[in-house]
């Protein structure tokens, strides 16, 4: 069988395997209102939204791994690096904070900016690493 793949349905999240079977079933109010992703790797399930936080679950069994508290205001968006080792969140509070995946603390906090996140981008490049807009 393939590795786990998810599905976002309403406010369920659901962990698949081809050719459609359920493996798991992420909490009604896992706090992914807004934000779904993966680690490139695949491993890690990472979610946001509404409720200011951010959850790290393991991908392939629903376990929430982390709880990452910081933001004031709902997280619209979430990007992982391409190296798998860190995470950056932005939203409602018009901060951005990276971090650490490796051991879940905050790195970095680009704060107060004049709007609300609504994409965020890690790109590895010689002049900037993190994209807004």
């Given at each position: 069988?393939?590795?786990?793949?998810?599905?976002?349905?309403?406010?369920?999240?659901?962990?698949?395997?081809?050719?459609?079977?359920?493996?798991?079933?992420?909490?009604?109010?896992?706090?992914?209102?807004?934000?779904?992703?993966?680690?490139?790797?695949?491993?890690?399930?990472?979610?946001?939204?509404?409720?200011?936080?951010?959850?790290?679950?393991?991908?392939?069994?629903?376990?929430?791994?982390?709880?990452?508290?910081?933001?004031?205001?709902?997280?619209?968006?979430?990007?992982?690096?391409?190296?798998g080792k860190y995470l950056a969140t932005g939203g409602d509070d018009k901060v951005v904070i990276v971090w650490n995946l490796t051991n879940n603390e905050r790195v970095y906090?680009?704060?107060?900016?004049?709007?609300?996140?609504?994409?965020?981008?890690?790109?590895?490049?010689?002049?900037?690493?993190?994209?807004?807009?």
């Amino acid at each position: 069988m393939g590795a786990a793949l998810p599905r976002a349905v309403g406010q369920g999240a659901y962990g698949m395997r081809p050719p459609g079977k359920e493996i798991y079933k992420l909490p009604d109010r896992a706090g992914f209102d807004d934000g779904l992703t993966f680690s490139p790797d695949g491993t890690l399930l990472v979610t946001a939204g509404v409720d200011k936080k951010v959850r790290v679950w393991d991908a392939a069994t629903g376990k929430e791994l982390a709880t990452l508290t910081g933001h004031t205001g709902g997280v619209h968006c979430i990007t992982i690096s391409p190296d798998g080792k860190y995470l950056a969140t932005g939203g409602d509070d018009k901060v951005v904070i990276v971090w650490n995946l490796t051991n879940n603390e905050r790195v970095y906090s680009l704060g107060e900016l004049d709007d609300v996140i609504t994409s965020i981008s890690l790109v590895p490049t010689r002049s900037a690493w993190l994209r807004l807009t």
